[in-house]
């Protein structure tokens, strides 16, 4: 899978705000390849002193149609979220 080759697909992005201290959003992009559908996903994270983090990457997996691309790449963007708000890693 090489996300760089992914054309077209719909952005689909989620936000979420905890307690007003940073704002988050997880953008997935989709494309149909030979094999399946791949996602791009993209994570990007302002917090209140107006800093800016962005994070994309490819999921690993081929997935049998759009929707599951989509869903799947949402939650493993989540997770990153997710993560991060543990400090198990650090942005």
């Not at 996903?41 to 983090?53: L, Q, S, T, W």
């Not at 989509?70 to 400090?87: D, F, K, P, S």
Request: glycine fraction near 14%; aromatic fraction near 6%.
């Amino acid at each position: 899978m090489t996300c760089s080759k992914a054309s077209g697909g719909t952005p689909i992005e989620s936000n979420q705000t905890e307690g007003g201290r940073s704002d988050w959003t997880v953008t997935c992009t989709t494309a149909q390849g030979p094999q399946g559908f791949v996602c791009s996903i993209g994570v990007e994270h302002r917090n209140v002193e107006g800093g800016r983090f962005v994070h994309r990457f490819c999921h690993a997996c081929t997935l049998d149609s759009e929707r599951d691309a989509v869903i799947a790449g949402l939650r493993e963007g989540i997770a990153w979220i997710g993560l991060e708000a543990a400090r198990t890693i650090a942005v």
